[in-house]
């Protein structure tokens, strides 16, 4: 067996590694990396005795002769490359030559292969679904890809999701990976504003580098032994961690806190993060993996314990008073760009109104745990009572309206046709035969556009101009959108009316539709 890897010296890659020179079955296992990337040697230190079965390929995603010398021979493609936040929103323009263009110059190279072809496994990402809460805090493959206003990642990984289901690479499959624990946890989200756009009442599923890594090992070996064509290729899943690893922002940060000796309200004020904008979910039909390749093993409680373990001298903040943890660990990033008291200061109207619904609404937010509605302490946003464990019951979960039977595998003409209308926009195509069929589709601005039955039904994709450009303008969409303004509205007032963009620059933008 022949694989080619992408993304290798991430951290669902190094775990990814680890698990596939594991089967005995792996002869190759070439991984395409940057030149100057630091882990390059990582990986070779730490599989001195596979190191006759690594061949790195130094080179970019979005070099075409780089992707032909990698997936040359090989019997499956996996792509786990992507430029994640915070270095998305540092560095936009790498998020787009990886995420977009890197992924679309791949599927071609793979395309171009008539004769055994390898299978692509390409992993997407829970942030396509953009910001729920308390009144939708589930969501399912199909679900509405509502990516949150200036998060170019999700756009870009948006836009190379939706090459991926439209091309015509004979087995392909897309995974979209949910919230993951990793071993740079800390260090990762103590660097960067970018912690601060996590809303304390935000829905995150959790799960570990090491399982995702399992995942895809399994995949492999499940393949090699029997058929998956009915089950697992040509589709789109999601990558759950299980309903124990169902937590909120404020649970995870809390949760990381504990190891030394304290409490997200010991360390956080409610004005410190955003309140809508963000990305996370609780995936309903997060079981479909597992139950193929039984891959999940490992709960956020046991990640941290083994994580405090590893990492003894944050003990030592239990010694140390919290006001000056909160002082020189959390506060000094209030200087980073990407965090919300800089927009604040300097007065980021675009982004204000992004993750908070404008600079009033921010104002009016307490600095006192006793004035701010939390879903662990059984109120919603709005501070209606509600019961936190009823709402992280599967049986009771509130799902939407999809327009049709999302459960069933046949889908009807008459189905198309009433997704297309909810959607307010039309299918122009006559003729229906199987789900995989490219279809002729117009939406509600009369831009007639060409997509597979499977990627609106099954998959939620339905083009916008953010399948073209970095513009967000589900303000407008949602008028009309009967699909998007079931999400849209729960964050969102019905009469907001702003267009979000990214200038030449990448800069956020803003302006009144």
Same mark, same amino acid.
């Given at each position: 067996?022949?694989?080619?890897?992408?993304?290798?010296?991430?951290?669902?890659?190094?775990? &990814?590694?680890?698990?596939?020179?594991?089967?005995?079955?792996?002869?190759?296992?070439?991984?395409?990396?940057?030149?100057?990337?630091?882990?390059?040697?990582?990986?070779?230190?730490?599989?001195?005795?596979?190191?006759?079965?690594?061949?790195?390929?130094?080179?970019?995603?979005?070099?075409?002769?780089?992707?032909?010398?990698?997936?040359?021979?090989?019997?499956?493609?996996?792509?786990?490359?992507?430029?994640?936040?915070?270095?998305?929103?540092?560095?936009?323009?790498?998020?787009?030559?990886?995420?977009?263009?890197?992924?679309?110059?791949?599927?071609?190279?793979?395309?171009?292969?008539?004769?055994?072809?390898?299978?692509?496994?390409?992993?997407?990402?829970?942030?396509?679904?953009?910001?729920?809460?308390?009144?939708?805090?589930?969501?399912?493959?199909?679900?509405?890809?509502?990516?949150?206003?200036?998060?170019?990642?999700?756009?870009?990984?948006?836009?190379?999701?939706?090459?991926?289901?439209?091309?015509?690479?004979?087995?392909?499959?897309?995974?979209?990976?949910?919230?993951?624990?990793?071993?740079?946890?800390?260090?990762?989200?103590?660097?960067?504003?970018?912690?601060?756009?996590?809303?304390?009442?935000?829905?995150?599923?959790?799960?570990?580098?090491?399982?995702?890594?399992?995942?895809?090992?399994?995949?492999?070996?499940?393949?090699?032994?029997?058929?998956?064509?009915?089950?697992?290729?040509?589709?789109?899943?999601?990558?759950?961690?299980?309903?124990?690893?169902?937590?909120?922002?404020?649970?995870?940060?809390?949760?990381?806190?504990?190891?030394?000796?304290?409490?997200?309200?010991?360390?956080?004020?409610?004005?410190?993060?955003?309140?809508?904008?963000?990305?996370?979910?609780?995936?309903?039909?997060?079981?479909?993996?597992?139950?193929?390749?039984?891959?999940? &093993?490992?709960?956020?409680?046991?990640?941290?314990?083994?994580?405090?373990?590893?990492?003894?001298?944050?003990?030592?903040?239990?010694?140390?008073?919290?006001?000056?943890?909160?002082?020189?660990?959390?506060?000094?990033?209030?200087?980073?760009?990407?965090?919300?008291?800089?927009?604040?200061?300097?007065?980021?109207?675009?982004?204000?109104?992004?993750?908070?619904?404008?600079?009033?609404?921010?104002?009016?937010?307490?600095?006192?745990?006793?004035?701010?509605?939390?879903?662990?302490?059984?109120?919603?946003?709005?501070?209606?009572?509600?019961?936190?464990?009823?709402?992280?019951?599967?049986?009771?979960?509130?799902?939407?309206?999809?327009?049709?039977?999302?459960?069933?595998?046949?889908?009807?003409?008459?189905?198309?046709?009433?997704?297309?209308?909810?959607?307010?926009?039309?299918?122009?195509?006559?003729?229906?035969?199987?789900?995989?069929?490219?279809?002729?589709?117009?939406?509600?601005?009369?831009?007639?556009?060409?997509?597979?039955?499977?990627?609106?039904?099954?998959?939620?994709?339905?083009?916008?101009?953010?399948?073209?450009?970095?513009?967000?303008?589900?303000?407008?969409?949602?008028?009309?959108?009967?699909?998007?303004?079931?999400?849209?509205?729960?964050?969102?007032?019905?009469?907001?009316?702003?267009?979000?963009?990214?200038?030449?620059?990448?800069?956020?933008?803003?302006?009144?539709?």
């Amino acid at each position: 067996m022949k694989i080619a890897l992408t993304g290798a010296t991430g951290n669902m890659g190094q775990a &990814t590694v680890d698990e596939l020179l594991k089967i005995e079955e792996v002869e190759k296992l070439k991984v395409l990396v940057l030149e100057d990337d630091k882990h390059t040697k990582k990986i070779f230190k730490r599989h001195k005795k596979d190191r006759n079965k690594i061949e790195v390929i130094c080179g970019n995603l979005a070099d075409k002769n780089a992707c032909e010398k990698l997936v040359d021979k090989a019997d499956y493609v996996i792509n786990l490359a992507a430029v994640i936040p915070p270095h998305s929103d540092k560095y936009p323009e790498k998020a787009v030559e990886c995420n977009e263009i890197g992924v679309k110059t791949l599927v071609g190279v793979i395309e171009k292969i008539k004769k055994n072809q390898p299978k692509l496994i390409h992993t997407s990402t829970v942030a396509l679904y953009g910001n729920r809460n308390s009144l939708h805090p589930w969501a399912q493959v199909g679900d509405p890809l509502l990516v949150s206003p200036f998060d170019i990642y999700s756009a870009t990984k948006l836009r190379g999701e939706f090459c991926v289901l439209e091309s015509d690479i004979e087995n392909w499959v897309v995974l979209r990976q949910s919230a993951m624990l990793h071993k740079n946890m800390l260090s990762d989200n103590m660097s960067d504003g970018l912690m601060f756009h996590t809303c304390f009442n935000a829905p995150l599923e959790w799960v570990t580098a090491e399982d995702s890594g399992r995942l895809i090992a399994n995949i492999l070996k499940e393949d090699a032994s029997k058929d998956l064509s009915k089950t697992f290729w040509k589709r789109c899943f999601n990558i759950g961690g299980g309903t124990e690893n169902c937590l909120t922002g404020y649970d995870t940060l809390n949760d990381g806190f504990k190891i030394i000796g304290g409490s997200a309200k010991d360390f956080f004020e409610p004005n410190f993060n955003a309140t809508r904008n963000f990305h996370g979910v609780w995936f309903y039909d997060g079981e479909k993996l597992d139950n193929l390749f039984h891959y999940q &093993t490992q709960k956020a409680e046991d990640f941290w314990a083994h994580f405090a373990k590893s990492h003894r001298y944050f003990k030592l903040g239990k010694i140390v008073p919290k006001s000056l943890i909160k002082k020189i660990a959390i506060k000094r990033l209030f200087k980073n760009p990407n965090s919300v008291k800089y927009w604040f200061d300097h007065d980021d109207q675009p982004k204000l109104f992004a993750y908070f619904g404008g600079k009033e609404s921010y104002q009016k937010i307490s600095n006192d745990w006793k004035e701010f509605n939390l879903l662990i302490d059984g109120k919603d946003e709005n501070g209606r009572e509600l019961d936190y464990l009823l709402l992280k019951t599967k049986e009771k979960a509130n799902m939407i309206d999809y327009g049709f039977d999302i459960s069933k595998e046949d889908v009807t003409l008459e189905d198309l046709k009433n997704v297309a209308a909810l959607h307010g926009g039309k299918l122009l195509s006559k003729n229906f035969d199987n789900i995989y069929q490219k279809l002729e589709w117009c939406n509600s601005d009369g831009q007639k556009f060409e997509a597979r039955a499977y990627s609106i039904l099954k998959a939620g994709h339905w083009v916008n101009n953010t399948y073209f450009d970095n513009v967000w303008e589900f303000d407008r969409l949602a008028k009309t959108d009967k699909i998007y303004s079931q999400i849209w509205y729960d964050s969102h007032v019905k009469n907001e009316d702003k267009y979000y963009y990214l200038d030449e620059n990448f800069t956020a933008r803003m302006k009144n539709l």
